[in-house]
């Protein structure tokens, strides 16, 4: 009963006192974007346009680009949609776009870093981007674009100048390396908005391999030096006046997005599935109730007591 009446509210994402937190979708393909424009959210906050590819040898034509994009903005009806350039590399392999010959792929030629190697691609997606963004419907701009992958200021300036070529409004970068989030105003005195892909972070922060199950406990976005990083992002947001979002998996977790929204994050970003019991949490707290769990979870020792302490303050129904 609890979920279906979970599942009936379609309320923005807001605290108990009104601070709206934008509840998206993550979504990797057209269909994706059709289920989630069918769903609750208030838009997409990462769309993974590597999916699009995958299992492909040759790099996909602009026009063909250009429609998937433009057929997901359909389906989404103008509402806000975070298109994120291709992260190939490391756990995602894209026959033409990944280094072949790499010992540690997660610390090679990946994400953003593809500009490196083929520029060509990277503009070409830009472009079929920027086409799609002025022949939708809706609000403008509904379409912003972020690159993956993104360690300095200078990468940021990179893609934001490449980006507004190709005629994209609004341009982000995801902080999913500790160097971004540690320069985090530097690089959003670059750039519109930033989003933090967690699972990377943790991975990169606890130097930890995010596909090896044995070390889960490393890899834990709960982890006080995770945490810290995500405060240090925020902050940077607050103090610059824009957005912030968290698209990794630690967003679905309802005692996080607490957390996350004591901090200040602007979005939460999640499979669909996961964003009504977010939605519950967020409006059982005051933002006040919520930044005073986030500090709790910031001077925690460990990842299992910053999860207990939050979880020991926050309304039992959650
Ligand atoms: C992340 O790293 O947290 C993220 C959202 O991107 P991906 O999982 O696709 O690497
Ligand atoms: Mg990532």
Redesign the pocket.
């Known amino acids: 009963a609890r979920e279906r009446a979970l599942a009936q509210d379609t309320a923005p994402g807001a605290t108990a006192d009104g601070h709206r937190i934008a509840l998206l979708a993550n979504i990797g393909t057209v269909e994706d974007a059709h289920r989630a424009a069918a769903s609750a959210v208030e838009g997409v906050g990462?769309f993974?346009t590597e999916v699009l590819f995958l299992g492909r040898t040759d790099a996909p034509g602009l026009e063909e680009q250009e429609r998937a994009y433009r057929d997901a903005l359909a389906a989404l009806g103008g509402r806000k949609t975070v298109v994120r350039t291709l992260?190939a590399g490391a756990?995602?392999p894209l026959a033409f776009a990944t280094q072949p010959d790499e010992e540690n792929p997660a610390l090679g030629v990946r994400g953003y870093r593809l500009v490196r190697t083929s520029p060509a691609l990277v503009d070409g997606q830009l472009l079929a981007l920027g086409r799609a963004a002025a022949t939708a419907d809706g609000p403008d701009p509904a379409l912003w674009v972020m690159a993956?992958m993104v360690s300095t200021p200078a990468e940021a300036r990179d893609v934001a100048t490449r980006a507004r070529a190709a005629g994209v409004g609004t341009v982000g970068v995801?902080v999913?390396v500790p160097a971004a989030a540690l320069l985090a105003r530097e690089i959003l005195a670059e750039v519109d908005f930033v989003s933090l892909?967690?699972?990377?972070?943790a991975q990169y922060t606890m130097a930890t391999d995010r596909l090896r199950g044995e070390l889960a406990d490393l890899l834990d976005p709960w982890q006080p030096a995770v945490l810290r990083l995500v405060a240090e992002t925020a902050r940077a947001g607050l103090d610059l006046g824009k957005p912030v979002g968290v698209?990794?998996?630690s967003a679905s977790d309802p005692l996080m997005a607490l957390v996350l929204a004591g901090l200040g994050v602007t979005s939460l970003s999640m499979s669909p599935g996961a964003v009504p019991a977010v939605r519950f949490a967020l409006r059982r707290h005051t933002r006040e109730r919520c930044a005073a769990l986030a500090a709790s979870a910031l001077g925690a020792p460990d990842a299992a007591a910053a999860r207990a302490v939050v979880l020991a303050g926050a309304d039992p129904e959650v």
């Open positions: 990462l993974r992260d756990d995602k993956p995801m999913e892909g967690t699972n990377d972070l698209c990794g998996e």
